[in-house]
């Protein structure tokens, strides 16, 4: 039979301190106000005894829930969960826990996971499901709840957010073409309401523009397989000679594929691809995607640390713009003369 569960006293025993100065080396918030060679013996004896945290139990003494609400679009999409990964891992670290809420893409499902998140009392919100003017994230900046944006922001520039450079990401994928040879390219954008449809198709523009080369644009209505490979028809259809594509994201770029051999051309050798974010198992498909490369964990504890400094009261709202890279495989090639 297992035993008791370790307390904080018996901590406090074997490290040879006072309970409250337990509690303090084991806060993210109070830690600075305990001697180093104190926390360090506060660590090994935690560490010695297995010692684990009550976390409800201090939320209730100190009047906190402790939680930060997640808010995502598409739990399916494989770009969503290291992400979603590295907030739980930020937030675990500083003795907060997450609450997960799943939108599928609808601004009714975005607003009733708010309201039900702020309904379990969470202190702060981290929102990847934005549309660039989103009603949710106006009404939650009015009423000031801490809030952060990952992956997407809204056109009013005073909300935090934490994005990668879809301009940079595009440019790369056009250049990376340009250098092949490719002379007429087409962009498969994904949704203008977002910051991240927008971006990417003016990024795609004022890169081909640049070039010289002739860009050819239809939009998809959402970020997803289906509404990629409608989207890539439609493009195939009236640009026919095209010999390369940039698709708004890797799942945007798995319909492109699955719309290239509907017309029985195969990748790369009737037309290359480039895809964008890189997401998990993306190199695995046939042929292995050349993308842009985000960095998904990255960008969640990024979101996370930001949030968290808003709920100590440090500093203004950030815009953190987050490197990428492209990340060349097989689907892309010279084209055929």
Same mark, same amino acid.
């Given at each position: 039979?297992?035993?008791?569960?370790?307390?904080?006293?018996? *901590?406090?025993?074997?490290?040879?301190?006072?309970?409250?100065?337990?509690? &303090?080396?084991?806060?993210?918030?109070?830690?600075?106000?305990?001697?180093?060679?104190?926390?360090?013996?506060?660590?090994?004896?935690?560490?010695?005894?297995?010692?684990?945290?009550?976390?409800?139990?201090?939320? $209730?003494?100190?009047?906190?829930?402790?939680?930060?609400?997640?808010?995502?679009?598409?739990?399916?999409?494989?770009?969503?969960?290291?992400?979603?990964?590295?907030?739980?891992?930020?937030?675990?670290?500083?003795?907060?826990?997450?609450?997960?809420?799943?939108?599928?893409?609808?601004?009714?499902?975005?607003?009733?996971?708010?309201?039900?998140?702020?309904?379990?009392?969470?202190?702060?919100?981290?929102?990847?499901?934005?549309?660039?003017?989103?009603?949710?994230?106006?009404?939650?900046?009015?009423?000031?709840?801490?809030?952060?944006?990952?992956?997407? &922001?809204?056109?009013?520039?005073?909300?935090?957010?934490?994005?990668?450079?879809?301009?940079?990401?595009? &440019?790369?994928?056009?250049?990376?073409?340009?250098?092949?040879?490719?002379?007429?390219?087409?962009?498969?954008?994904?949704?203008?309401?977002?910051?991240?449809?927008?971006?990417?198709?003016?990024?795609?523009?004022?890169?081909?523009?640049?070039?010289?080369?002739?860009?050819?644009?239809?939009?998809?209505?959402?970020?997803?397989?289906?509404?990629?490979?409608?989207?890539? *028809?439609?493009?195939?259809?009236?640009?026919?000679?095209?010999?390369?594509?940039?698709?708004?994201?890797?799942?945007?770029? $798995?319909?492109?594929?699955?719309?290239?051999?509907?017309?029985?051309?195969?990748?790369?050798?009737?037309?290359?691809?480039?895809?964008?974010?890189?997401?998990?198992?993306?190199?695995?498909?046939?042929?292995?995607?050349?993308?842009?490369?985000?960095?998904?964990?990255?960008?969640?504890?990024?979101?996370?640390?930001?949030?968290?400094?808003?709920? &100590?009261?440090?500093?203004?709202?950030?815009?953190?713009?987050?490197? *990428?890279?492209?990340?060349?495989?097989?689907?892309?090639?010279?084209?055929?003369?």
């Amino acid at each position: 039979m297992a035993g008791s569960p370790v307390t904080l006293r018996e *901590v406090a025993e074997l490290a040879g301190v006072h309970p409250g100065t337990v509690s &303090r080396a084991l806060s993210a918030e109070t830690r600075d106000l305990v001697n180093a060679e104190t926390a360090q013996r506060v660590d090994a004896a935690v560490e010695k005894l297995g010692y684990k945290p009550n976390r409800l139990a201090r939320g $209730l003494k100190t009047r906190r829930s402790l939680t930060v609400g997640v808010v995502i679009p598409d739990l399916t999409n494989p770009f969503f969960p290291p992400i979603v990964r590295g907030i739980e891992d930020y937030l675990d670290r500083h003795g907060y826990t997450s609450l997960l809420a799943n939108t599928d893409g609808d601004a009714e499902g975005e607003q009733k996971g708010i309201e039900t998140l702020l309904g379990r009392q969470v202190e702060g919100i981290v929102l990847a499901s934005a549309t660039r003017t989103d009603a949710a994230v106006a009404e939650l900046a009015a009423s000031s709840t801490p809030l952060v944006l990952v992956n997407r &922001r809204v056109d009013d520039n005073r909300v935090a957010a934490v994005v990668s450079d879809d301009r940079k990401g595009v &440019r790369l994928g056009v250049e990376h073409l340009a250098e092949l040879g490719h002379e007429t390219i087409g962009h498969v954008a994904g949704p203008g309401s977002t910051s991240t449809g927008r971006a990417r198709r003016d990024a795609f523009r004022a890169a081909t523009r640049r070039l010289g080369i002739e860009g050819r644009v239809a939009s998809a209505d959402a970020f997803t397989e289906v509404a990629g490979e409608r989207a890539a *028809v439609e493009l195939l259809e009236r640009h026919p000679e095209l010999t390369a594509i940039v698709a708004g994201n890797d799942l945007i770029a $798995l319909g492109c594929l699955d719309a290239l051999a509907a017309a029985g051309l195969r990748c790369p050798r009737d037309v290359s691809l480039v895809g964008f974010n890189d997401m998990p198992f993306i190199d695995k498909i046939s042929p292995p995607l050349t993308t842009v490369h985000v960095p998904h964990y990255e960008l969640g504890e990024c979101a996370a640390e930001l949030l968290l400094a808003q709920l &100590r009261g440090e500093g203004k709202p950030e815009q953190v713009l987050a490197d *990428v890279s492209l990340v060349v495989r097989k689907s892309t090639a010279k084209p055929r003369r």
